[in-house]
């Protein structure tokens, strides 16, 4: 066959390219399929034995216009429904949480290092507890204690003051906003270790606080965390295209219409409120907004409009399963969540980054 | 009428004036070439006539509209830009980089539509892009990474499109074909081109008017014959009796000789007559 001259020829196959949506969409759907199934599991796991069938009964009889007649005791029902399904809905949502907020960060920041805590949100949440374990007060709103309220109330305080020491002119550099995030989550972690220090018998209390945990949830947690997590979530959902572009330079998204400066305010606004809304019960947990977001980048691709509801099914599922292990492997006694999600979700990275033969396109 | 002016236009980082109360004007279907020694503030003005940095004063005004009062997805509906080695991010493939032309024509949380696609096909066939669409752009070549970037623009499907050095990668096929298809596009569809480009003679070969800026001011513009001229090619860039006549088409061609710089002086003797 003759060569075609000016080579511009385009054969039919090269009009089958696509991007890869169809497999996208199917793993958000089995994802979905999977939290279910994960939070089904994980409640009739644990020290008291509740069958699988009588877990799912007791379940199912909590939507409306189902009725089963009750073969259990009252106690298993309220293990179930009021001790471990409030735990289990709580770690799913600070999963999603936290994974969706780091990969929210790392692609406002284009930084693959960048996690839910980079601009000072632990740091900020942390000193706040802190400072809410050593007041000698009694003090409660709506039903909760100090720490939570200054833990959260410490978290966006730091961004906030971050963002405003980070702004040039009308501008916030993505640079600048890191190093003042940095040295300002430094600042914080200095004072934060000297309080500590001085703790005293409450070290122990916080140092749980500091490495997470879920043994005090309840669903008055879950009813505040939600709404927060919820709305985030949606905001940043919005703004997924733009973030693509954002990967972009800033002058190049420019160019393609996005607004940068007030898509960066509104995405650092939601994914901060989100974290800080998620450290406020349960402490610093830590590898899930960094792991989470580059396993999902490796299997699936950096395309945020399915990076982020992918990254929000996989956090909520990754750290259920923590938990699950956190309360069991060592029962009664429960080792910090932060722990488990070092020792299981490492590995696990470290595969998918292996199996990649160590190129990583971010 | 013009389609983009450029009136008294003052550009300036800090203290440092980069643009001096420059004024020039493009028609539409018109190629217009900005040319001028490095860091006499083409890419700048580049910026400034996109609306990515904002002028000291002076105006940019399209369609007869202030374009600092038009939004910025509107804007970019109506003008594309071909930045100087753009930053992209490794891990998209090479169609999606172009689907992101797409970008200001699509409402929040819509997807490309089948029309969009069918746009992006035919941006990277005209770039000849489309054999490698499916790579990730980190494996990609500066040559390639900037037909891309064309290929993106032309997805835009903007009125106007501004080039800021689209040939310095190339090698010399590349080069003609991206500057045939340009200059095809603005005698077809009336498309308004606003182009950068060190390449003297590409400039001349293509552009139907060109702008010698020299430190951010307007040295000389018209038509080539009237900017590239022995005069005005030693007062802007100090190089001396290089330029001649294209032997085919007659268009003003610069050749280059060793020697013929200030450092050149000392065999300046030795010319032979």
Redesign the interface.
């Given at each position: 066959m003759l060569k075609n001259a000016t080579g511009s020829l385009t054969p039919n196959s090269m009009r089958n390219i696509r991007p890869h949506w169809r497999g996208r969409v199917y793993a958000i759907a089995g994802l979905s399929i999977a939290v279910i199934v994960v939070v089904a599991v994980a409640t009739t796991i644990g020290s008291v034995e509740i069958p699988i069938f009588t877990t799912l009964r007791i379940l199912l009889s909590q939507l409306p216009f189902i009725d089963f007649s009750p073969d259990w005791t009252g106690s298993t029902e309220t293990i179930l429904l009021n001790i471990r399904l409030p735990r289990i809905i709580l770690a799913g949502l600070i999963g999603a949480a936290l994974a969706v907020a780091g990969a929210t960060y790392q692609g406002l920041f284009r930084n693959p290092l960048a996690d839910p805590y980079l601009i000072g949100a632990a740091q900020g949440a942390a000193l706040g507890a802190v400072i809410g374990f050593l007041l000698p007060v009694e003090f409660s709103a709506m039903g909760f204690g100090l720490i939570p309220i200054l833990a959260f109330t410490g978290a966006v305080v730091s961004v906030a003051v971050v963002y405003i020491l980070a702004r040039v002119g009308k501008t916030v550099p993505v640079t600048t906003l890191i190093l003042a995030g940095v040295a300002l989550g430094a600042l914080w972690g200095s004072i934060y270790s000297y309080l500590i220090i001085i703790s005293g018998d409450k070290i122990h209390g916080i140092i749980f606080w500091v490495m997470g945990s879920f043994s005090l949830s309840k669903w008055s947690e879950v009813g505040v965390v939600l709404p927060y997590v919820a709305i985030g979530i949606i905001v940043i959902l919005l703004y997924s295209r733009s973030l693509n572009i954002m990967q972009l330079d800033e002058e190049q998204a420019k160019q393609l219409g996005v607004n940068v400066e007030r898509t960066k305010l509104i995405l650092l606004a939601a994914a901060t409120l989100i974290t800080a809304a998620a450290v406020s019960f349960v402490g610093t947990i830590g590898f899930v907004g960094i792991i989470i977001p580059h396993a999902v980048r490796l299997i699936w691709g950096p395309d945020h409009r399915f990076l982020l509801p992918l990254s929000v099914l996989s956090g909520a599922i990754f750290l259920i399963l923590a938990d699950l292990i956190a309360r069991t492997v060592m029962s009664p006694t429960e080792i910090p969540i932060g722990i488990i999600t070092a020792i299981c979700g490492v590995p696990f990275f470290l595969y998918l980054l292996r199996r990649r033969k160590g190129i990583v396109y971010f | 009428m013009a389609k983009l002016e450029v009136n008294d236009l003052t550009l300036a980082y800090g203290k440092t004036t980069v643009i001096d109360t420059m004024s020039f004007s493009v028609s539409k279907g018109e190629v217009l070439g900005l040319i001028g020694p490095n860091g006499s503030g083409k890419s700048t003005l580049i910026?400034a006539v996109?609306?990515?940095i904002t002028p000291r004063s002076g105006r940019v005004i399209l369609d007869s509209k202030d374009i600092s009062m038009i939004h910025?997805?509107?804007?970019?509906?109506l003008l594309?830009?071909v930045?100087q080695t753009?930053?992209?991010?490794?891990?998209?493939?090479a169609?999606?980089i172009v689907?992101?032309?797409r970008?200001?024509h699509?409402g929040?949380?819509r997807?490309?539509s089948e029309n969009d696609?069918e746009i992006t096909?035919r941006a990277m066939?005209?770039t000849?892009t489309?054999?490698f669409?499916?790579r990730?752009i980190?494996e990609l070549s500066g040559g390639e990474i900037q037909r891309i970037v064309i290929a993106r623009a032309l997805a835009?499907q903007t009125e106007v499109i501004l080039l800021d050095e689209p040939t310095a990668n190339l090698d010399i096929n590349h080069q003609l074909e991206i500057l045939d298809l340009i200059k095809s596009l603005c005698t077809l569809n009336h498309l308004t081109v606003i182009i950068t480009l060190h390449d003297l003679n590409l400039a001349a070969q293509y552009c139907d008017r060109l702008v010698l800026i020299k430190t951010g001011q307007v040295h000389a513009q018209g038509t080539p014959e009237e900017v590239i001229t022995t005069d005005n090619i030693r007062e802007v860039y100090g190089t001396d009796n290089c330029v001649y006549t294209h032997p085919v088409n007659g268009r003003p061609t610069v050749l280059l000789q060793a020697g013929g710089s200030r450092n050149g002086n000392l065999n300046r003797n030795n010319k032979p007559e």
């Amino acid at each position: 066959m003759l060569k075609n001259a000016t080579g511009s020829l385009t054969p039919n196959s090269m009009r089958n390219i696509r991007p890869h949506w169809r497999g996208r969409v199917y793993a958000i759907a089995g994802l979905s399929i999977a939290v279910i199934v994960v939070v089904a599991v994980a409640t009739t796991i644990g020290s008291v034995e509740i069958p699988i069938f009588t877990t799912l009964r007791i379940l199912l009889s909590q939507l409306p216009f189902i009725d089963f007649s009750p073969d259990w005791t009252g106690s298993t029902e309220t293990i179930l429904l009021n001790i471990r399904l409030p735990r289990i809905i709580l770690a799913g949502l600070i999963g999603a949480a936290l994974a969706v907020a780091g990969a929210t960060y790392q692609g406002l920041f284009r930084n693959p290092l960048a996690d839910p805590y980079l601009i000072g949100a632990a740091q900020g949440a942390a000193l706040g507890a802190v400072i809410g374990f050593l007041l000698p007060v009694e003090f409660s709103a709506m039903g909760f204690g100090l720490i939570p309220i200054l833990a959260f109330t410490g978290a966006v305080v730091s961004v906030a003051v971050v963002y405003i020491l980070a702004r040039v002119g009308k501008t916030v550099p993505v640079t600048t906003l890191i190093l003042a995030g940095v040295a300002l989550g430094a600042l914080w972690g200095s004072i934060y270790s000297y309080l500590i220090i001085i703790s005293g018998d409450k070290i122990h209390g916080i140092i749980f606080w500091v490495m997470g945990s879920f043994s005090l949830s309840k669903w008055s947690e879950v009813g505040v965390v939600l709404p927060y997590v919820a709305i985030g979530i949606i905001v940043i959902l919005l703004y997924s295209r733009s973030l693509n572009i954002m990967q972009l330079d800033e002058e190049q998204a420019k160019q393609l219409g996005v607004n940068v400066e007030r898509t960066k305010l509104i995405l650092l606004a939601a994914a901060t409120l989100i974290t800080a809304a998620a450290v406020s019960f349960v402490g610093t947990i830590g590898f899930v907004g960094i792991i989470i977001p580059h396993a999902v980048r490796l299997i699936w691709g950096p395309d945020h409009r399915f990076l982020l509801p992918l990254s929000v099914l996989s956090g909520a599922i990754f750290l259920i399963l923590a938990d699950l292990i956190a309360r069991t492997v060592m029962s009664p006694t429960e080792i910090p969540i932060g722990i488990i999600t070092a020792i299981c979700g490492v590995p696990f990275f470290l595969y998918l980054l292996r199996r990649r033969k160590g190129i990583v396109y971010f | 009428m013009a389609k983009l002016e450029v009136n008294d236009l003052t550009l300036a980082y800090g203290k440092t004036t980069v643009i001096d109360t420059m004024s020039f004007s493009v028609s539409k279907g018109e190629v217009l070439g900005l040319i001028g020694p490095n860091g006499s503030g083409k890419s700048t003005l580049i910026k400034a006539v996109s609306h990515v940095i904002t002028p000291r004063s002076g105006r940019v005004i399209l369609d007869s509209k202030d374009i600092s009062m038009i939004h910025r997805s509107e804007l970019a509906r109506l003008l594309a830009v071909v930045p100087q080695t753009p930053i992209l991010p490794s891990s998209f493939s090479a169609f999606e980089i172009v689907l992101m032309g797409r970008n200001p024509h699509l409402g929040l949380l819509r997807y490309e539509s089948e029309n969009d696609m069918e746009i992006t096909y035919r941006a990277m066939e005209r770039t000849a892009t489309l054999p490698f669409a499916e790579r990730r752009i980190g494996e990609l070549s500066g040559g390639e990474i900037q037909r891309i970037v064309i290929a993106r623009a032309l997805a835009q499907q903007t009125e106007v499109i501004l080039l800021d050095e689209p040939t310095a990668n190339l090698d010399i096929n590349h080069q003609l074909e991206i500057l045939d298809l340009i200059k095809s596009l603005c005698t077809l569809n009336h498309l308004t081109v606003i182009i950068t480009l060190h390449d003297l003679n590409l400039a001349a070969q293509y552009c139907d008017r060109l702008v010698l800026i020299k430190t951010g001011q307007v040295h000389a513009q018209g038509t080539p014959e009237e900017v590239i001229t022995t005069d005005n090619i030693r007062e802007v860039y100090g190089t001396d009796n290089c330029v001649y006549t294209h032997p085919v088409n007659g268009r003003p061609t610069v050749l280059l000789q060793a020697g013929g710089s200030r450092n050149g002086n000392l065999n300046r003797n030795n010319k032979p007559e």
